[in-house]
Each structure stands twice: as C-alpha cells, then as structure tokens.
C-alpha cells in the first residue's frame, strides 16, 4: 500500500488542522492505520491509531480530547482531526499502515509510511 499525507501547515496555539492520508491498494479496510509524529531531536511516537473494519481507535494520552481519528474506507481515506493545537505538538506527522491485529503503538508495528507532513503550532 502506498500513503500520501497531506494537511500540514502553521497555525497558532488554540488552532484547528486537519490532517488527511490517503492510501492505495485494493485491501485499504483490512489495515490499520496510524498517525506517528516526530519533532526534531527527539523520538518518532504515536499519536492515533484505528483499526480496519470495526473502527477502533486509540490516542495518545497527550492528545486524547483534542484529536480526533476518523477513516473512509470507500475512499481509502483517514482523517486526524487536530483541535486546541499547543506548540509542544509541532513535529512531522507521518501517516502509516500496519497488518498487525489491534492497535500499534510502536513505530516498528507499521509496515508501510507515508512521506510525513510538517505541522508547527506557534504561541
């Protein structure tokens, strides 16, 4: 499956985004899909994840009641929704799939990575 991340830019503290990833490939419902994110000096780390076909997602605690992970399987899509925007969350977020069952919250649980889309949030 191939990723293409889109939706980055500068916003102000407070702020709204909205990041989008689209996929390719014929199987797109039967993988799950996450957001990680990296800022410089310090490790890639999760941010959000949903499953394949139930939907299930799961968030980091340092986004949880701000972000919100959506997908559209007919359109091979996902959405993250980023609401109440802080500096600390300026980073490149990188869209990403995975084969594995459940939630990764690990980057080495992806298989396939998109080309990461930068996000600053000013103060």
């Known amino acids: 499956v191939q990723l293409q991340a889109s939706g980055g830019g500068l916003v102000q503290a407070g702020g709204s985004l909205r990041l989008s990833c689209a996929a390719s490939g014929r199987t797109f419902s039967s993988y799950g899909m996450g957001w990680l994110r990296q800022a410089p000096g310090k490790q890639r780390e999760f941010v959000a994840a949903i499953t394949g076909n139930l939907g299930r997602t799961d968030y980091a605690d340092s986004v949880k009641g701000r972000f919100t992970l959506s997908r559209d399987n007919a359109k091979k899509m996902v959405h993250l929704q980023m609401d109440s925007l802080k500096p600390e969350d300026t980073a490149v977020y990188y869209c990403?799939?995975?084969?594995?069952?459940?939630?990764?919250?690990?980057?080495?649980?992806?298989?396939?990575w998109g080309q990461g889309t930068q996000v600053t949030v000013s103060s």
């Open positions: 990403a799939a995975t084969q594995r069952l459940g939630i990764p919250t690990m980057p080495s649980g992806y298989n396939y």
